[in-house]
């Protein structure tokens, strides 16, 4: 149980392009969401946090402009990297919690993303 | 807000040797504290965590302590086999919203038969 997929799992594209990452709670239902950014040998940095029905709230110095999130359901959150630039590049790792389990997060696969 | 440091930032053992790493958190109000180990291009996958009322917990060669007043929690690995090789994140979370988690900077282990 508790299963999180994301879809791409990888992505090329261009620069000025946007690109949509999902992430979606196969087996429960997903209360919050979380999406991370992990740059090589990095830790995961939290971008945002996303509560179904409601607006995410991004951590300091996230551009919610730049990186649209949306938590349109409870199984399912996406978040659109609009006018991608090479910096962008990275792996980008959602997670939920459900109604049931308060504080363990469940991880996404990652989608990593290559700007050209 | 809320910051967790975490050393070594390298380890290497000997395969059979014990490994730890160390954390140290800023807000007292952390309630909660996993431990993920990642694979290269992997998702992190929780190998044991930690609740704040608890002083220690262990499942087999692994154990995580955890000192509320120093603010510090540590993971332990015995017996240690060259598949433990891998990227180790602790985090902790609770204090500053609902689940959010804030990592350390990662200890790659390196064990060497």
């Known amino acids: 149980g508790a299963v999180v997929s994301q879809h791409p799992s990888w992505v090329i594209c261009k620069s000025g392009t946007s690109v949509k990452i999902e992430c979606r709670s196969l087996?429960?239902?997903?209360?919050?969401m979380f999406w991370y950014r992990q740059f090589p040998k990095q830790s995961l940095m939290l971008m945002a946090t996303s509560n179904e029905g409601s607006k995410a709230t991004y951590e300091q110095g996230v551009e919610k402009d730049k990186f649209l999130i949306n938590h349109a359901s409870l199984t399912l959150s996406t978040l659109t990297v609009t006018s991608a630039h090479p910096e962008d590049s990275s792996f980008y790792i959602c997670s939920a919690t459900g109604t049931g389990g308060p504080l363990e997060q469940y991880f996404g696969p990652g989608t990593r993303l290559t700007v050209t | 807000g809320e910051n967790v440091e975490q050393h070594p930032s390298t380890l290497s053992v000997q395969e059979g040797d014990s490994a730890v790493i160390k954390c140290t958190y800023s807000?007292?109000?952390?309630?909660?504290f996993p431990w993920y180990k990642q694979e290269l291009g992997k998702r992190p996958q929780l190998i044991i965590d930690?609740?704040?009322?608890?002083g220690e917990k262990k499942d087999q060669r692994i154990a995580v302590t955890l000192n509320k007043t120093a603010k510090h929690f540590s993971l332990h690995i015995t017996e240690t086999q060259p598949e433990d090789s891998a990227v180790y994140f602790c985090?902790?979370?609770?204090?500053?919203?609902?689940?959010?988690?804030?990592f350390g900077a990662g200890t790659r282990l390196a064990v060497h038969p």
């Open positions: 985090a902790a979370s609770g204090a500053a919203g609902y689940n959010k988690l804030i």
């Open positions: 087996d429960f239902q997903a209360t919050t």
């Open positions: 930690i609740r704040s009322n608890v």
């Open positions: 807000d007292s109000a952390s309630n909660y």
